[in-house]
């Protein structure tokens, strides 16, 4: 279970706070989806999380140890991190995919590191693909190879920064499906942020709704409603009941 508590986190001594005392719990094999503007807080509660920055306050758990004590391997054997912007290098699909198992390995990946970055690949689709250029590779495929390398690092929590941002919606329902199909079946927990309401509705089990570096609203989707979306975004939106689901439209129109 990774367990946040009252984080708080500013750039430098005098500049505003961009965390306000936040306090969320994500348990295992759960999806909690963070909601909120840009510039509300998301990336920058991501990156304390990854140990990317450190925060002014609080305590940040995860299984019970300090996530914010770990050294860089340590916290990599605990959680993965799958960007908003994919960076590769030259490299096969393969090599990528094995950079995954970097936390295991010294100078020279083993025989178990390259199993399980075939199995992953397998899991994936991507058997074709292993020997491709990522350069080469479509928006989607490449995204799919980044959630690849993040299973292969056999994780117990993944970051998703807008997984499906800038892809069509064939790519963006294929990228969802991986992310339930490889969480759901490994018990992975999953924190990541959405820009699309509905989406978000398709796999989260919990929702953060963040408004200036404040965790305004959470719960299950009970709490996403026509209200709370008027406070967090500014935005009239109508929610419709579709197929035994919420389906958010847009009301301002």
């Known amino acids: 279970m990774l367990r946040i508590t009252d984080l708080t986190f500013r750039y430098t001594r005098k500049s505003p706070v961009v965390l306000d ?4 719990s994500l348990k295992d094999g759960e999806i909690g989806v963070l909601l909120g503007k ?3 807080g998301k990336t920058t509660l ?3 999380v990854l140990g990317f920055e450190k925060p002014e306050a609080g305590q940040i758990d995860f299984n019970g140890k300090d996530l914010l004590k770990m050294n860089r391997r340590e916290r990599a054997e605990q959680i993965a991190y799958v960007p908003q912007d994919i960076q590769f290098g030259d490299l096969t699909v393969f090599d990528t995919v094995l950079l ?3 936390p295991y390995f010294g100078l020279k990946a083993s025989k178990e590191d390259e199993e399980i970055a075939l199995k992953t690949l397998k899991e994936m689709g991507l058997e074709e693909l292993a020997m491709r250029n990522t ?6 495929e490449r995204q799919k190879v980044a959630i690849a390398r993040a299973l292969a690092q056999e994780p117990k929590l993944l970051v998703f920064d807008e997984p499906t941002g800038n892809l069509d919606i064939a790519n963006e329902q294929l990228i ?3 992310i339930l199909r490889g969480t759901k079946e490994k018990g992975i927990g ?3 942020s959405l820009h699309d309401l509905n989406e978000a509705l398709s796999i989260g089990d919990v929702f953060f709704f963040i408004k200036d570096g404040k965790i305004r609203y959470y719960g299950d989707s009970s709490i996403v409603t026509e209200l709370v979306i008027k406070d967090t975004f500014d935005a009239d939106v109508s929610i419709i009941e579709y197929k035994g689901k919420k389906l958010i439209v847009n009301g301002g129109l």
Request: no cysteine; glycine share 16%.
């Open 135 to 140: 350069a080469e590779l479509s928006g989607g």
């Open 176 to 178: 969802l499906k991986e």
């Open 100 to 102: 995954g198992r970097l």
């Open 190 to 192: 999953v924190l990541t």
């Open 21 to 24: 005392n936040i306090s969320l």
């Open 38 to 40: 840009n510039g509300s």
């Open 46 to 48: 991501f990156k304390t």
